[in-house]
Every structure is written in C-alpha cells, then in structure tokens.
C-alpha cells in the first residue's frame, strides 16, 4: 500500500493524505508520495523543490487552508444503516449535483456542494449527527 500526501498546489503545504493499493494507480499532480509518519501528520509537511520537508510551526491556523472532509471519512463514520439511507438520498439528487459527489474525492466546507450534502445530513440524521459525519479529516 502507497502512501500519498496532498498538497495545496497554493502554499505547497500538506493539507491532506490518501492511499493506494491499486498495483497501476497513478497519483494525482498534487499527490505525493510519503512515509507513514508524513502521511499520519500531513499539516506537518510541505513541498520545497520536490522534497517533503517538515513545514515550520505556526502559532496562527493557515486561514488560507481548506477544511475538508474526505468522503471515504464520511462512509466509515456512518453506520450501514445510514449508509444506506445516504445512498438512497444521493441517488435522488439531480446529475450534476450526483456527478460532482462521485467525482470528488473530498468535500471542500467553503463549497456550494458541502452546504447541499449538510443539509441533506441533518434532514436525514438531525445535526449533532451530521456534524459528526462531516467533521474535517485530518
């Protein structure tokens, strides 16, 4: 299994991991691969001349750092009870709204499409669930 961290192609600082084990699979431009240490810490790292090196503290948050969900996060947090209910919810959303869920590997919290799949979350479960469902990833 390779690891990845994903940069923010803005700051080049990690804001995100993955994971494959897919024998031909080809990272992404903004997927690197890194260590198991880089991959459980991925704000810890940055990009510097194609080298991941340890990303100087910072005692503010990066406000120009996403929060994101990733959606694999959101399918192990769920029961399979609501995984059933949140397939049957999604199959029901228009094209473009299913087509923009599929392709997406993660949910950006500044994103129209974040605010549709909240609402959607607390209609089905109420909001401390939600909430719970789409926490940021880490």
Not at 52 to 70: D, K, Q, R
Not at 109 to 116: I, L, N, R, S, T
Request: with cysteine; charged share 20%.
């Amino acid at each position: 299994m390779q690891t990845y961290l994903i940069i923010d192609p803005e700051t080049g600082r990690g804001i995100g991991s993955s994971q494959s084990g897919a024998p031909n699979y080809e990272p992404h431009d903004h997927e690197v691969p890194c260590s198991p240490e880089q991959y459980a810490n991925p704000a810890g790292w940055m990009l510097n001349d194609g080298d991941l090196v340890e990303a100087p503290a910072s005692s503010e948050p990066n406000p120009s750092l996403p929060v994101i969900t990733y959606k694999a996060d959101i399918w192990r947090r769920a029961t399979d009870e609501e995984a059933e209910q949140m397939d049957e919810a999604l199959a029901s959303l228009p094209v473009r709204q299913r087509r923009m869920y599929a392709d997406a590997q993660y949910l950006n919290h500044g994103d129209e499409m974040f605010a549709v799949l909240s609402d959607a979350l607390v209609h089905l479960f109420g909001e401390p669930r939600a909430i719970e469902l789409l926490t940021p990833s880490a």
